[in-house]
């Protein structure tokens, strides 16, 4: 069974920088990328970056010098790290599969639980 | 950034009924399209994708149509497990983005 469990904090201090782990199961990320997507009520749900099967990353040119995927295959985890949050950044984090090993269609085919973000002092 | 625009904002229906969902995007997106569903307080599932093939264990009361910039979901007979939002995403080049929602609620 394909699962992705997402661990992290629920508050952040503005200015402080927001890490996430997700561990995968049932599935390999030497063969599937693995994509980040955030959810807020204001901005809805916007895409962040992902990590490929081969550890190459893309990201939203919007967060791209805040933002950072690494992963460690051998212990089935990406590591999702933003930096300088601010209130706006209050959201529900995702991590997400990619439906196929390629990245030729990045869809998501399996989402983690979330984790639930807000900024604040 | 490709805007993609859904229609309409939110519906209301009842059990058995059918009902249409559509997504805009501003440019030609041309079959790089998917639809999602999400339950409230729960992940987005994956309905279809490259616009009209279903996902796997999607009942096929789910379709999906369209090509370029119109694209539209349909939801025939109605269960009670199919209200909830549902968003489009297109996936032709970067950023990816999201349609801001269709809420289907009960009627």
Same mark, same amino acid.
Request: hydrophobic share 30%; with cysteine; net charge positive.
């Given at each position: 069974?394909?699962?992705?469990?997402?661990?992290?904090?629920?508050?952040?201090?503005?200015?402080?920088?927001?890490?996430?782990?997700?561990?995968?199961?049932?599935?390999?990320?030497?063969?599937?990328?693995?994509?980040?997507?955030?959810?807020?009520?204001?901005?809805?749900?916007?895409?962040?970056?992902?990590?490929?099967?081969?550890?190459?990353?893309?990201?939203?040119?919007?967060?791209?010098?805040?933002?950072?995927?690494?992963?460690?295959?051998?212990?089935?985890?990406?590591?999702?790290?933003?930096?300088?949050?601010?209130?706006?950044?209050?959201?529900? %984090? %995702?991590?997400?599969?990619?439906? %196929?090993?390629?990245?030729? %269609?990045?869809?998501?085919?399996?989402?983690?639980?979330?984790?639930?973000?807000?900024?604040?002092? | 950034?490709?805007?993609?625009?859904?229609?309409?904002?939110?519906?209301?229906?009842?059990?058995?009924?059918?009902?249409?969902?559509?997504?805009?995007?501003?440019?030609?997106?041309?079959?790089?399209?998917?639809?999602?569903?999400?339950?409230?307080?729960?992940?987005?599932?994956?309905?279809?994708?490259?616009?009209?093939?279903?996902?796997?264990?999607?009942?096929?009361?789910?379709?999906?149509?369209?090509?370029?910039?119109?694209?539209?979901?349909?939801?025939?007979?109605?269960?009670?497990?199919?209200?909830?939002?549902?968003?489009?995403?297109?996936?032709?080049?970067?950023?990816?983005?999201?349609?801001?929602?269709?809420?289907?609620?009960?009627?």
């Amino acid at each position: 069974q394909v699962q992705l469990k997402q661990s992290g904090p629920s508050l952040v201090q503005p200015s402080q920088s927001l890490s996430i782990t997700c561990t995968v199961s049932g599935f390999s990320l030497t063969s599937y990328g693995v994509h980040w997507v955030r959810q807020s009520p204001g901005k809805g749900l916007e895409w962040l970056g992902v990590i490929w099967r081969g550890g190459s990353t893309d990201y939203n040119a919007a967060f791209m010098s805040r933002l950072s995927i690494t992963k460690d295959n051998s212990k089935s985890q990406v590591f999702f790290k933003m930096n300088s949050l601010q209130a706006d950044d209050t959201a529900i %984090y %995702y991590c997400a599969k990619s439906l %196929y090993g390629s990245s030729l %269609y990045w869809y998501f085919d399996v989402w983690g639980a979330g984790t639930t973000v807000t900024v604040s002092s | 950034d490709i805007q993609m625009t859904q229609s309409p904002a939110s519906l209301s229906a009842s059990v058995g009924e059918t009902v249409t969902i559509t997504c805009r995007a501003s440019e030609n997106i041309y079959s790089y399209l998917a639809w999602y569903q999400q339950k409230q307080g729960k992940s987005p599932q994956l309905l279809v994708y490259n616009a009209k093939t279903l996902a796997e264990g999607v009942p096929s009361r789910f379709s999906g149509s369209g090509s370029g910039t119109q694209f539209s979901l349909k939801i025939n007979s109605l269960q009670p497990e199919d209200f909830g939002s549902y968003y489009c995403q297109h996936h032709y080049g970067t950023p990816l983005t999201f349609g801001a929602g269709t809420k289907l609620e009960l009627k």
